[in-house]
């Protein structure tokens, strides 16, 4: 993974296409506004925060706290921080679309196609094009930190 300074954001891009990566991160401040040209899922395992999306005019800052996943798009623009008494354990899951032999045009939502496919029982808390929050997503935390283990 390499990460590129912009203007004001940084990019982050994968090394190779074909992997799916699992990371496990402490954030106890905060994670600069970046974006990546890959999908994000990012599941929060332990304490409480903010998680903000900033694609043009259109600013969103939603509170996050254990057991609520994130879904995002590739190319959104978006940060993390931590309360700081109780830091951020998160599970981030990347990957490039393309591994799963998706076939679409580069203006088709995927991560509005994961979460039907995946979480059709679960109402997301907030949904937009940009990204997905789904509060109390607990079904996942097993199978994430199982992942990691792995």
């Known amino acids: 993974m390499a990460t590129h300074t912009g203007d004001r954001v940084n990019t982050i891009t994968l ?6 990566i699992l990371q496990k991160h402490r954030i106890a401040d905060a994670v600069s506004l970046h974006n990546h040209e890959f999908v994000e899922i ?9 998680h903000g999306v900033a694609e043009d ?4 800052v939603s509170p996050i706290q254990k057991g609520d996943l994130i879904m995002l798009n590739s190319h959104i623009s978006h940060w993390y921080s931590a309360d700081r008494e109780s830091p951020l ?9 393309n591994i799963l032999n998706y076939s679409s045009e580069a203006n088709d939502n995927f991560v ?8 059709p029982q679960n109402p997301a808390s907030m949904q937009t094009d940009q990204f997905i ?4 997503a607990l079904c996942v935390s097993g199978i994430l930190k199982e992942m990691f283990d792995e």
């Not at 090394?15 to 799916?20: E, G, L, M, R, V």
């Not at 990012?42 to 903010?50: D, P, S």
């Not at 354990?89 to 679309?97: G, L």
Request: glycine share 4%; proline share 0%; with cysteine.
């Open 42 to 50: 990012a599941y929060i395992a332990e304490g409480r925060g903010f």
């Open 57 to 60: 005019a259109d600013r969103q």
């Open 112 to 119: 509005n196609i994961i979460y039907n496919f995946l979480f």
């Open 133 to 136: 929050l789904i509060h109390n």
């Open 89 to 97: 354990i998160i599970y981030n899951c990347i990957f490039d679309s």
């Open 15 to 20: 090394s190779t296409k074909d992997d799916i």
